[in-house]
Structures are given as structure tokens and as C-alpha cells.
């Protein structure tokens, strides 16, 4: 018998190998599989370690974590954390396939990188992808902006970054499943100059994508707007510190590695495609590294497209990407399999986002079309509800129609079949396709109901179709935004779920029958609910030329089909400019001059977040100066309100839009001064935009509903005058966006200021260097244009008066249009507010009480509209005595200013100072901050500019 002592002696090396088994496969299963390198590109031994991190249709992702070859005192950028996608088609055995490393984009943003892998995997090519260094963990909080910040620290990491991918390269050799000799590289913009790098310092990868990609690297980078703040910072740099950053940027440069990828790039291993527009690497960049690899003949183009908007080009550039590297895949490689029923929430929401898509992206074969028929409830969160239909037949370009019926507001529908039409429930706008009379347009008109539209938005809806098009490969990719669960519902079909991550109660369901076709769509986003009911949603359905003909039985009126057409595409691009942010000028006190007139008439400025235009000379002058200056800005104007307001105008009243300008512009004619008509003209014919168009842009009939007040003596906390204006009109439809602090200098006329709009050469709130102050208020009477147009009229004022009396005088002699009231104001003190008919004039002085008024305290002038007037008043009243310009603008805040509200300005005539604040995008211009500023300032600071020249 063994002693106890013994045994225990004798087994305890076997008990210690059953413990030291239990803990490692317990940190097996919680970290993965560790997996050990004898020797890298570097001659050393690493470990890396893996674990399964997701498992997909027809891939598996794995995450891994390696220690980069390149060790520093940030201790997360030392270690590199990837994924790697393995076909699940590979078997034990099977002959070995090639891998492909993909590199992420500057920006840092992963998902491109991702669907490039997913896009591999499921072609049966193990991929991998890798945090560049300082990126996510590897960096700190401040991210990518580090970089930005850093140029010492940008050049480091490039340089570690093509040391990253020759690690990467020793793991992909040492997985079973990979060819060691037939290992690639892709990238993306960044990650494409730093693919061709690597490629060219790395014999073992075989072949390499470079998109987006060129060389050359230092002018690239004093010339992109994503490295302008880091080549700022390159200038500023010591003359030694700024050789040894360009140095470090040199030995990252493709172009300076080139011959040793030359023979790879000759023998069809190195395919380059590049978008032909490109704005951050410039094509001659990208000629440059192409003829320096010897294949300057065979780089893909991507015509048409600039940097961003290839994005519109991913599935194809994807594909030729797959298939470049496919060429190495074993000839007995299992094909790609069909993709399975759809089972995961994920899919199910792409595949009806792609459904969605189709409608526009996605042609119908000869004689069969798509259909959607669709019933809407919308409640807002005042329990306002409304109820509409909307109809969408998509037949073979270019036949389609549209129709959207909201119950007591619209009804309205536009198609085209063999022309284009447009039909409310009153009348058919038949599309003639010979040329308007006056215009700019080409004298053939395309059919394509985006022909006219901004060029750049055309390419943005692209790029959303190539982005949902790849969306399959990788479903997984809309849960970082999105949160989204699948469930039976009552009837065994399905019901999709779909919510913001991180919380907040916006949310909507889909129930889908037959796990693809939506039958209802509930939604809650931001306090408003909806309900959509799925009549009809058909995709290749046979198709009856019917389904594209305007109603029938209404009258018909023939109109110029390009001016049709154009209207919907001022639609098209409203609707983008309401999802697509605005870029906002910097707040700076100091004015910044942004462009000169070359014939020197003029300056546009930027300050305090407002454009600030100058304009002098006569009027020929002052209209080139401002058509040269705001060329863009007012063609965007002219579009929105000429045709995207006509396009409304025309549905609602059954008139055309251009027969109705044609009038206004034949009765104010004879009334009208002529220099304001010359500067209009001149103004088109610098902006490219016809005559036509811009004289109706400025005719346009306003319809204000506003509130004006004038404040002094008693009334003020110092007994100056103070003078505010609130307009209200149209926020909603983005006039702000082009709102500009106009400045004119008329030749022998007095000099003014107008808060104004690109292009809108009259005025409805002004103050002049005399220190005459108007806001306008509109009233009633349309159709009454047997007069001076009002904007024009009250230009007319600002350049020839100096008081409100001589002010007066011109309004009285004046044939006038329509309803307007006005408060006038100047730095004698005087104040009137006045009510102005086509044949009659009102004029009520400080403290005058009115009938249609709320009470009127002394030293005061007011206009506004019904309950607003009294709660104008009231305010008015409460801080009587103690008003400031900073009381002011409290005082007209809403409810005096209404949601509409487009601009408020507050005036000090005496001092010539304003303050003025536009809307916001989704904001009322009470809501916003105030830039002040000040005429007689302004006036010098132009008059200084040019003669600093």
C-alpha cells in the first residue's frame, strides 16, 4: 500500500496540469485563441490573440489584437486591434486563398473599410482591417483631431502605418487559410496612398488597389480642406522643424517608393481607380504615380465624379475591386453562394431600405413599371392632424408619375409620358418642348426629371444609392446608428423595430408579409406621429401607358416644358438643402474681405457670421459687381423663389407662375425707375441667370405679415430713437440661407445698408447714411400693380431722402401697388407709421391712436397684427421708459415674431448702428444672436479696402 504522503507527492504534478488546463481554457473562451509568430517581417516573435466576434450568413468576423513593430510612449498605440472575415466555405484541407488587408480613409470612419471586407469575405477572400495608428483606442479622446493638430505626430503615424500592414501581412502568412504568397492590399483615399507604400516596401503583397489614391503628398495636403488646419500649421512651423515633417511626409509618399512596385503595377498587379473630378487629390497627382508605376494608361476613371461623390460609383468599384483580387483564387473555389431567406433584423431593414431605393435607382423593364400606393396620417404634436395619398409609378426612363393629395391643402401630380406635364385639381400644365422666350435654358429640353437640378445633389443621391446598394454585405454596419429588432405580430408576419442608439423615444415599426412586402408604418419622431398604410408596393409590375398621363377632364394650358422642368428640380434640390447641412461662416468680429470685384465696384465680406456685400458705381456697376460677387448664391436664390415658389403658386391658383410675372412686370413697368431695371439686367447677365428670371426674382408679390415699432424721449432709457423691424415670411422655405447685409453706394445718390437676400436689389428693411430708418409690413389688395413695385419704392426712398418727411413726400407722390404699411424713422427723432393704398395714404404720428390699434404709448409708433399688436403693446408698455437696444429685442420676440420669422433688425438711426439676426435653419431670427453693426463704419472700412487695394 502507497503512503498517503506519497500518492498525494505523485499526483500533484497531474493536479496541477488539470488546473493550469482549466484556467487557460477558461480564458480561451473569454479572450480567444492565442496564437503564436516565430518570426516577422522584422525578424521578431509576436503572439496575436483571436476570438470569434460575430457570425454572419456567409462569414465569420474575428477580433484580433497584435502588438505593432513599432513601440511608444502611448502605451494604446502599441498594441493594433483588427477583424478579420473568413469565408465559412472554407474547410479543413482546402487549398489555401488569397487575403487582402484593407486600410480605412483620414476621416477615421470604419464603415467603408468594413463592407470592402464583407464585400471579400463573401466572395470567399479572407479579409482583414486594422485601426491605423492614434485611431479610436489607439489614440485619445480627441481622435483624428490630434492629428490634425500635430503635424509632428501625423508624420509618425504614416510612417507606423505602413509598418502596421507589414505586421499585418506576417499574421495573414501564418493563418491556415491564406496564401502567403498571394497576400493584397487595398485602400481609400488615405489608406490608398498608404496601400501604395506599403505595397511598394512590402515585397509579399502581391497586389494592391489604390482608390482615390495618388502622389505627391505634400501639395495635396496644402490643398485639401480636410489638412488645411495642419498645413497652416506646417507654415508656422520652425524652418528646421517644418524640413523634418516634410522629410517624414516624403518617406510616406507612394511616388518616392514607386520603382520597387513598378514591376508588380507592369505585370497587372496594381489597379488604380480615381474619381476624374477629384477635389482632395487632384488628378495630376494621381497621373503622377500612374506613369511612375508604368500604367498611367490603365487607371480607372470614374468620370464625372469629384472625391466625395465616387461614393455613388461603390457597387462597381467594389466588384472590380472583388474581382481584381479574385483572379488568385483557387480554380476550385466554391462560387459565391445566392444569398438566403432573410432571417436577422439587420437584413430585413436593408433589404426594405434597397426596396425603397429601387424606386428611384433602379430601372423597370419595357412595359412594366414600379408601384407604390400609399395612405398617410400624420398627427403633429398640437393633435393637428392631416390625411393625404400619395401614388409613385416608376415605368423605363423617362416615364413616371407622381401624385400626393393632402385633404384641405394639396392636390397635386407631375409626370411625364411622352412630354412632361404638371396638374393640380384645377388644371394640366402641358410641357411644350420649344425653349421659353428669354431664357438661359438649352434650346433641347431632357426629359429626365433631374436634368436641371444642381449637378452636386444629383451625385449626393447617387452616393446614397451606392452606400444602401453595398448595404448587404454588411447589414451589421446601420446598427451603429441604429437599433433594430424583428418579431411575429398577430398574423405570423413580421414586424420591424427601429430606433436610435443611445435612447430617446423616436421609433418606428414596419409590419412586412411575406418577409419582404410592408403592409403598415407607424412612426414617433420628435413628437410627431405617423401612420402609413401600404395599398400597393409592386416592383416589375406589367404597366399600361396609362399609369403616365396627366388626369383627365381638367382644362389644359401648354407652358414651356424647360421652365416645368426646372421647377422640379428646384423642388429636388429644396428638399436636399433640408437634410444636408449648411456650412456656417465663422463668427469673427473682424471683417474679413472674401473676394474683390475685378472691375472694382465692390467687395463681399464675411463678419460676425454674416455676409456683408459693397456695391458702388452706377447702376450698370453696382448690379455686374453684385451678379460677379454672388454669382452662386443668387442663381440658388433666383431657382427657389422663381421656380420652386412658382411651381407652388401655379398649383394653388391655377395660373402660371411666368404669366402672372409677365403681368406684374407689364403694369409696374411704366412706373418702375429705370436705373433699377438697368441694374437688374446687369446683375443677370454677371450672375448667368436670365433677365427674365431675375426681373421676376425681384417682382416677386410679397405677402408679409410683420410687425414694426419706432421708440424715443420718454419711452427709451436714454431718449434716443431706437427702431425695430420684424419680418415674418417663408422661413420655412431656407430664403435665409442666402441672407446677406447689403451695403450700396449709388453714384450721386445717398449710400444705404438693406437686410437683404442674394440677388433682391429693392428692400423692405433699410436705413440709409442720413440716418433714415423703414421696415415694411404687407397688407392686402394683390393684383393692384398699376404702381411702383414696393421694394423698389422704398429704394427709391433710402437714395433720395434724409427725413421721414421728405420720405413721406415720395411715398405720397407715388403711384403705388397693392396693401403695404411701413414705420419710418430718422435721427431728428421724427416717427411715423403709415397704412398705403394704391389711391390713398394714412399717416399716424407718435402716441396717435387707431381704431384697428391696441393703445399707442407716447413717443411711440407701432404696426403689427392682431393679438401680436397687443402683446407689442403691452410689452411696450411694461418696460416703458427703460427700452435698450437689448429691451428692444426682447420686447419682439415671439408671439410678436411668428414662427415665419425670417429677419429682426433693431435700429439706431442717430448713431447709424444695427443689430440684425437671420433665422436659423430650423430656428425663428428672434431665437438667434444679434450681429451689430454699425453704417458709418462700414462705409469706411469699404472706402479703405479700396483704396488699399
Known amino acids: 500500500m502507497i503512503p498517503l504522503n506519497l500518492l498525494l507527492s505523485r499526483m500533484a504534478p497531474c493536479f496541477a496540469l488539470c488546473f493550469v488546463t482549466t484556467v487557460a481554457l477558461a480564458e480561451q473562451d473569454r479572450s480567444g485563441e492565442v496564437v503564436r509568430v516565430a518570426s516577422g517581417f522584422d525578424k521578431t516573435e509576436f503572439s496575436y490573440r483571436l476570438a470569434l466576434e460575430s457570425d454572419r450568413e456567409s462569414f465569420r468576423i474575428y477580433r484580433l489584437t497584435y502588438p505593432s513593430p513599432v513601440q511608444g510612449a502611448l502605451v494604446q498605440n502599441n498594441t493594433i486591434p483588427a477583424e478579420l472575415y473568413l469565408p465559412k466555405e472554407l474547410k479543413p484541407g482546402a487549398k489555401r486563398r488569397p487575403a487582402v488587408i484593407c486600410l480605412h480613409i483620414l476621416g477615421g470612419g470604419f464603415e467603408l473599410t468594413q463592407l470592402q471586407c464583407a464585400a471579400l469575405a463573401t466572395r470567399g477572400i479572407p479579409a482583414i482591417w486594422f485601426k491605423l495608428p492614434y485611431y479610436a483606442e489607439r489614440g485619445t479622446p480627441s481622435g483624428p483631431r490630434a492629428l490634425a493638430s500635430d503635424p509632428q505626430l501625423f508624420t509618425k503615424a504614416l510612417a507606423q502605418g505602413v509598418q502596421d500592414v507589414r505586421r499585418t501581412v506576417d499574421v495573414l502568412a501564418s493563418r491556415p487559410e491564406v496564401d502567403p504568397e498571394q497576400i493584397g492590399v487595398m485602400g481609400v483615399s488615405l489608406g490608398g496612398i498608404l496601400a501604395g507604400t506599403a505595397a511598394a516596401q512590402e515585397p509579399r503583397l502581391s497586389r494592391a488597389v489604390l482608390l482615390l489614391a495618388g502622389g ?12 488645411h488646419a495642419m498645413s497652416e500649421l506646417i507654415a508656422r512651423l520652425k524652418p528646421s522643424e517644418r524640413t523634418e515633417v516634410e522629410r517624414a511626409i516624403l518617406q510616406a509618399d507612394p511616388l518616392q517608393h514607386a520603382a520597387a512596385l513598378r514591376d508588380r503595377a507592369q505585370r497587372g498587379r496594381v489597379l488604380m481607380i480615381n474619381a476624374s473630378e477629384d477635389e482632395v487629390i487632384p488628378r495630376a497627382n494621381t497621373e503622377k504615380l500612374a506613369a511612375a ?91 393637428k392632424q392631416f390625411k393625404g395619398q400619395l401614388r409613385l409609378v416608376r415605368g423605363p426612363k423617362p416615364k413616371f408619375s407622381l401624385h400626393v393629395k393632402v385633404s384641405g391643402l394639396a392636390d397635386v401630380s407631375l409626370g411625364v409620358n411622352n412630354v412632361p406635364w404638371m396638374a393640380s385639381d384645377k388644371i394640366v400644365f402641358n410641357g411644350s418642348l420649344a425653349p421659353p422666350l428669354n431664357s438661359l435654358a438649352p434650346p433641347a429640353c431632357s426629359l429626365d426629371p433631374l436634368a436641371q437640378a444642381n449637378p452636386q445633389y444629383v451625385k449626393k443621391l447617387g452616393m446614397v444609392a451606392g452606400f444602401v446598394s453595398t448595404l448587404g454585405f454588411a447589414p451589421e454596419i446601420i446598427e451603429q446608428w441604429l437599433k433594430v429588432e424583428v418579431s411575429p405580430n398577430a398574423e405570423k408576419n413580421r414586424v420591424i423595430r427601429v430606433a436610435r442608439q443611445g435612447g430617446g423615444d423616436d421609433h418606428l415599426q414596419v409590419n412586412v408579409q411575406d418577409r419582404a412586402t410592408p403592409s403598415r408604418l407607424e412612426f414617433d419622431i420628435q413628437g410627431i406621429h405617423g401612420l402609413v398604410i401600404f395599398h400597393a408596393w409592386q416592383f416589375n409590375a406589367i404597366a399600361q401607358d396609362a399609369l403616365f398621363d396627366p388626369p383627365h377632364g381638367l382644362p389644359v394650358k401648354e407652358v ?37 470685384d475685378p472691375a472694382g465696384h465692390g467687395l463681399l465680406c464675411n463678419a460676425q457670421g454674416k455676409r456683408v456685400l459693397f456695391v458702388e458705381g452706377t447702376p450698370e456697376q453696382m448690379g455686374a459687381a453684385q451678379g460677379r460677387l454672388l454669382r452662386d448664391p443668387i442663381a440658388r436664390l433666383t431657382e427657389r423663389v422663381v421656380y420652386g415658389m412658382g411651381a ?154 434724409s427725413t421721414v418727411d421728405e420720405a413721406l413726400d415720395i411715398l405720397r407722390k407715388s403711384p403705388r ?133
Open 648 to 801: 407652388a403658386d401655379s398649383v394653388v391658383s391655377g395660373t402660371w407662375w411666368f404669366d402672372r410675372t409677365a403681368e406684374i412686370e407689364r403694369r409696374t413697368g411704366p412706373h418702375t425707375v429705370p436705373r433699377f431695371v438697368a441694374e437688374c439686367d446687369a446683375m443677370a447677365q454677371a450672375a448667368g441667370i436670365s433677365v427674365r428670371d431675375a426681373r421676376a426674382a425681384n417682382l416677386f408679390p410679397e405677402r408679409f405679415h410683420c410687425s414694426g415699432a419706432a421708440l424715443c424721449g420718454k419711452a427709451t432709457s436714454d431718449g434716443h430713437i431706437l427702431h425695430a423691424r420684424v419680418l415674418d415670411y417663408m422661413r420655412d422655405i431656407g430664403l435665409q440661407d442666402y441672407a446677406c447685409v447689403m451695403i450700396f453706394l449709388p453714384e450721386k445718390k445717398n449710400a444705404w445698408m438693406s437686410a437683404g437676400y442674394a440677388g433682391f436689389l429693392g428692400t423692405v428693411t433699410a436705413m440709409n447714411e442720413r440716418g433714415l430708418a423703414v421696415g415694411e409690413m404687407g397688407g392686402r389688395g394683390e393684383g393692384h400693380w398699376d404702381g411702383v413695385p414696393m421694394t423698389f419704392l422704398l429704394r427709391d426712398v433710402m437714395e433720395r431722402a
Open 560 to 596: 414651356s416644358a424647360v421652365d416645368l422642368m426646372r421647377m422640379w428640380a428646384a423642388a429636388f434640390d429644396f428638399a436636399v438643402e433640408t437634410v444636408v447641412a449648411v456650412p456656417s461662416r465663422p463668427i469673427e468680429a473682424a471683417m474679413e474681405v472674401v473676394a474683390r
Open 293 to 383: 508605376l508604368g500604367i498611367q494608361d490603365r487607371v480607372v476613371w470614374l468620370e464625372g465624379l469629384g472625391h466625395y461623390t465616387a461614393l455613388a460609383a461603390l457597387p462597381a468599384t467594389l466588384k472590380s475591386a472583388v474581382d481584381f483580387f479574385a483572379q488568385d483564387l483557387p480554380v476550385d473555389a466554391e462560387p459565391p453562394r445566392a444569398a438566403s431567406v432573410v432571417h436577422s433584423a439587420r437584413q430585413a431593414l436593408v433589404l426594405l431600405l434597397q426596396q425603397c431605393w429601387s424606386f428611384v435607382g433602379v430601372e423597370p423593364a419595357v412595359g412594366h413599371c414600379h408601384l407604390a400606393d400609399l395612405e398617410i396620417q400624420i398627427t403633429q404634436r398640437d393633435g
Open 216 to 227: 505627391d503628398v505634400l501639395p495635396i495636403i496644402h490643398r485639401a480642406r480636410e489638412t
Open 817 to 949: 401697388t397693392c396693401e403695404y404699411y411701413y414705420v419710418l424713422s430718422d435721427k431728428s427723432r421724427a416717427m411715423a407709421a403709415v397704412h398705403c393704398l394704391p389711391g390713398e395714404m394714412t399717416v399716424l404720428h407718435p402716441g396717435e391712436q387707431h381704431p384697428l390699434l391696441p393703445f399707442v404709448p407716447q413717443d411711440t409708433v407701432l404696426v403689427s397684427g392682431d393679438s401680436r399688436a397687443k402683446v407689442l403693446s403691452a410689452r411696450i408698455q411694461t418696460d416703458y421708459g427703460r427700452i435698450d437696444a437689448a429691451k428692444l429685442m426682447e420686447i419682439i420676440k415671439r408671439p410678436v415674431a411668428m414662427n415665419s420669422n425670417l429677419h429682426d433688425v433693431v435700429f439706431g438711426p442717430e448713431t447709424l448702428d444695427f443689430w440684425i439676426a437671420d433665422a436659423g435653419r430650423k430656428t425663428a431670427a428672434c431665437d438667434e444672436p444679434y450681429a451689430h453693426f454699425n453704417l458709418q463704419k462700414l462705409l469706411a472700412f469699404y472706402r479703405d479696402a479700396k483704396r488699399l487695394r
